[in-house]
């Protein structure tokens, strides 16, 4: 039986064309690109090449605004002490509470530096209050930090429209859009967003390629010192098989940019309109209006994420979940929590994120086989009586919590 | 995804004594913060001989805490009431050839059930005695609530007494920026400020050979890593659990588990673990804690 991977907002396969791209990389391509010997020359082509395919893929005005980094994480955390460093009188952080840990994380040990950060809040939908944002604006704001793409409902901030509204304050603006790029159509140089993050391993790039985009002329401080790689805004010697790869995924992208949002999509309604058609008591998490085009994220109540994605793996279907048990932490999800899901809910939560290799007999596949995983459960759970949910689940069963 | 062994997988897939026992006597709900699983417990007992004579449970949850809930009512059909709340955590997690240590709570859920039930059987009032934190230190399974109070309790200031009280820390020592931030709230709590360059108090138990826990821990461990290769190219492992003044416990693990020349591998750990430490310690396999443990010893 062929696996199925429904887990592309975790990470995705490398197309094999960037796989191809790649290769000479490692072996006849091995040169430093600083070198002044042919053996670099090449490679220091290649990578001006891939950078122009970046530059494309985000619609950046200039192509020395893209600086290669790890990943998205590393991105994330150079935008953000960039900023507090350029304005040691700024002393304030806006961000959302549904962020990537990637972010809040890094917020929350600047809170114990003494640095005050806003947590934008979200309704039961996962949108944000843009009146409340607005009120938040202030010179002592530093920087905004705002996700493009949630990744686990697909929910999308209008980042443009915040980007203009902290511009017209006078304040910087960054975006994580690890989960939008390559999945949307992105045109920064007609946008205000000063700072963008992005991951290589989310659009069929390796993992441990990111980039981050900065806006010429926006005052900058590099994360790391030492050489004079990426102008001296990222030292370390590049990382050249994969900033090819990356290159080459960011072209690919553009190519499947229209695919993704109409197959993709329509596999994507698919599985959602099959499974909750087949399965009583399950609802869509997230602005279904408004969200990324491969992404669905289904809570089923009464049961528990981990044991759906166990009993899923066992059939080789890969999904994932906001459940608590899920996570090495075993905190609950922050975004499910965040919306004000009930909790019988909110530990059942499954994300499905397809990619463009996924085909519609999978996905129907997928829907033939949720019915039954979610039937099994729900027979040993203490929510559900013979025919569905107990008369009132949460009094009928209310334990001792330690 | 967690490392369950098959045992938590098998029950996983086919749990036994699933759903609400017939007659049952006796009812137990607890759930378990820390990840909001939850189970209920039915048990139907015999008043005579108070056996229990059937068990069944519902559970809400991941994988290891249904799983649990199995090998739970798997343990204790038979028993007598009395004999059931012998049954502990260790327990019901041996049963299953052992639990991730970010999952030993639902065996902990399991057995609150268990007193839970019992309780309902006998017409008592039952009430959690222990707070569940996050958790901290992953080589010994230590949570930050368990780390505040000790820390609380015996006034500590420096990393190293929490090592030497909780074990927390002891290990690979990812951990200690966590317990810093711990020492550094309780302190402050207090009114008074952590200093990470503050010296130690002397260990509780200063250690024969004038080792301090800490030492021993680290040297037992170097020994253990120094004889794993070997354990490895036969497809076994060794896993440190515990170390009491006298005696470390071990789990033999992979094909050393179950082994018939387990015995002789624990003498060849403890050859070289006694060279390391330049005394006189035994090993033993981590059941054999339990027994004693279970016997009050």
Known sequence: MQPIYLDNNATTRVDPKVVEAMLPYFSEQFGNPSSIHSFGDKVGRAIKQARRQIQTLLGAEYDSEIIFTSCGTESDSTAILSALRTQPERKEIITTVVEHTAVLTLCEYLEKDGYKVHYLKVDNKGRLDLEQYQALLSERVAIVSVMWANNETGTLFPVEQMAEMAHASGILFHTDAVQAVGKLPVDLKSSKIDMLSLSGHKLHAPKGIGVLYLRRGVRYRPLLRGGHQERGRRAGTESSASIVALGKAAELAMEHMEYENTFV?????????????????????????????????????????????????????????????????????????????????????????????????????????????????????????????????????????? | MWDYSEKVKEHFYNPRNAGATEGANATGDVGSLSCGDALRLTLKVDPESEVILDAGFQTFGCGSAIASSSALTEIIKGMTV???????????????????????????????????????????????????GALICKCFAVDAVMIADTIRANSLRTVEEVINYTKAGGGCSSCHEGIEEILASVLEEQGEVYDPAATAAPAPQPAAGGLTTLQRIRRIETAIESIRPQLQMDKGDVELVDVSDDTVYVNMTGACSGCQMAAMTLNGIQQRIVEELGQFIKVSPASEQQKKAAMGG
Not at chain 2, 82 to 105: C, F, R, T, W
Not at chain 2, 115 to 124: C, F, L, S, T, W
């Open chain 1, 265 to 402: 999509a329509a596999m994507r309604d698919r599985l959602e309109e099959g499974i909750l058609n087949a399965i009583p008591h399950c609802f869509v998490t997230g602005d279904t209006e408004n969200r990324l085009p491969n992404t669905c994220n289904i809570a089923f109540e009464y049961i528990e994420g981990e044991a759906i994605l166990m009993l899923l793996n066992k059939q080789g279907i890969a999904a994932s979940s906001g459940s608590a048990c899920t996570s090495g932490s075993l905190e609950p999800s922050h975004v499910m929590r965040a919306m004000e899901l009930p909790y019988t809910a909110a530990h059942g939560s499954t994300r499905f994120s397809l990619s463009r290799y996924n085909t519609m007999e999978e996905v129907e596949r997928v829907i033939g086989a949720v019915p039954a995983i979610v039937a099994q459960l729900r027979q040993l759970s203490p929510y559900w009586g013979d025919n569905g949910p107990v008369a009132e689940p949460e009094k009928a069963f209310a334990p001792t919590y330690a």
């Open chain 2, 82 to 132: 009395d004999e059931a709340l012998n049954v502990s955590n260790q327990d019901i997690a041996d049963y299953l050839d052992g639990l991730p240590p970010e999952k030993m709570h639902c065996s902990v859920m399991g057995r609150e059930a268990l007193q839970a039930a019992v309780a309902d059987y006998r017409g008592e009032e039952w009430s959690d005695d222990h707070e569940e």
